[in-house]
């Protein structure tokens, strides 16, 4: 029975996903349906957390957006995002980085991993 399961989640995972971690700057390119269209829309802030297992792993994604701060769940193996491309690689020391939701600015910066 596990082993079935385990066969179902393998089938939909998507195999080119990078690695990604938080403090990661991504920029991640979402598939919008509009009708009978199809349009890419892309999506560019910072890793705050990454969650789950297997097919339901789930990372947050942070931006400026006008000065107001959005934050959006994607889940990484959705058939809907065509390419997640990492632009820079953070050096944080932390897995969940939620002390950026109080900081505005440049206090949201994240040091370069060398």
Same mark, same amino acid.
């Given at each position: 029975?596990?082993?079935l399961v385990k066969k179902i989640?393998? !089938?939909g995972m998507q195999e080119t996903?990078?690695?990604i971690n938080p403090g990661d700057t991504v920029s991640v390119s979402l598939r919008i349906l509009e009708g009978d269209k199809e349009r890419v829309q892309t999506f560019t802030g910072i890793i705050i957390q990454k969650r789950g297992a297997g097919l339901s792993k789930t990372f947050t994604v942070r931006k400026a957006s006008g000065g107001i701060y959005v934050e959006r769940i994607f889940p990484?193996? !959705?058939p809907l995002i065509s390419d997640i491309t990492i632009t820079r690689r953070g050096a944080v020391r932390r897995a969940k980085l939620f002390y950026l939701r109080e900081r505005i600015g440049k206090a949201v910066r994240i040091k370069e991993k060398k």
């Open positions: 029975m596990v082993d989640e393998k !089938s996903r990078p690695e990484l193996h !959705s």
